[in-house]
């Protein structure tokens, strides 16, 4: 599967792992254990509209907001969707984007954010006990992504 059929997947299942997740999952570990599941929410809805003010050629808001105390479906939502548009609309794949690893191509960065979003879906899923994708997909998508980006070095 393509980097934009993959996002176009990845983000709707994304946000429905979210839309219903209990309240007590929020204090838990990711297998990142410096990290809670609130906290890699937060950084999932920061990622989205980041991402996508890059993505459209945009200075990345400088403060986005984060929610405590409750689960941040509609935030994650907003972001999603802002995301996916973005990836729509980025369709010149070799312009370059300033982005916080450095430049690089909007194709690169797509597949940047690809494996950012499996990596944290997959976090997400195992610290709430639902199913978001297979180890063996994401090292797929992580294994792609590391062969272009050294391809392109």
Known sequence: MDTRMQLWTAIPA?????????????????PCSRYSVQDLLNHLVEEGFRYSALLRGE???????FAYGWVPATELRAAMAALRGAVV?????????????GPMSVDVFLRFVEFDL???????????????VSSADLLAVADDFACVTLSAA
């Not at 994304?14 to 990711?30: G, K, N």
């Not at 609309?89 to 690893?101: F, H, N, Q, V």
């Open 89 to 101: 609309c980025a369709l010149d794949t070799e312009r370059e984007i300033s982005t916080p690893k």
């Open 59 to 65: 200075d990345p808001p400088v403060e986005v907001p």
């Open 14 to 30: 994304l946000c429905e792992m979210v839309d219903d997740l209990p309240f007590h999952t929020l204090a838990r570990r990711t």
């Open 118 to 132: 499996m990596l944290h879906g997959w976090m997400l899923g195992a610290a709430t006990g639902r199913s978001f």
